[in-house]
């Protein structure tokens, strides 16, 4: 099984143990381009394939028929938190700013502002995908969509 990222990732080769380290132990860098080969476990079945993507990656949040999974990218700059806190630290943040500095979202009701498109985009995916990933926690990561 391969892992294939994308060609403007320009300097991946020398940088992937760094940026993806969930994968240093599993897999190799193939001898060209920007593809790891996965070795441990042994793939053999689409099951092993499935449960290497849940050990590995990110499944996506939105109920598909083929499973779209995801990596996150480690930087040196921005400390890497689960799925679940990014949500829990901009709600809180939001709700900060509701209530100590509400001058500040005045813009917000005019739909033509973009940080009324983003604090709504905010609002409609906390809504949704918060408590799915609170439920997933709560059952060992097992993926349960509603």
């Known amino acids: 099984m391969t892992l294939v990222f994308p060609p403007w990732m320009k300097d991946f080769r020398s940088t992937w143990l760094t940026d993806f380290p969930k994968l240093v132990e599993c897999s190799e860098l ?22 290497f ?30 799925r679940p806190a990014y949500y829990f630290v901009s709600l809180f943040i939001l709700a900060s700013i509701v209530r100590y500095e509400p001058e500040l979202l005045s813009d917000v009701v005019n739909p033509d502002a973009q940080i009324s498109w983003f604090v709504q985009r905010l609002l409609a995916n906390t809504e949704r995908f918060f408590p799915q990933l609170m439920i997933w926690w709560l059952n060992n990561n097992q993926q349960i969509y509603f």
């Open 30 to 51: 193939h001898t060209d381009g920007n593809i790891l080969r996965v070795l441990k476990p042994q793939i053999e079945s689409e099951a092993d394939i499935e449960r």
């Open 53 to 82: 993507c849940a050990e590995h990656l990110e499944p996506s949040l939105v109920y598909r028929d083929l499973n779209v999974w995801s990596l996150i990218r480690n930087t040196e700059t921005i400390p890497l938190l689960s």
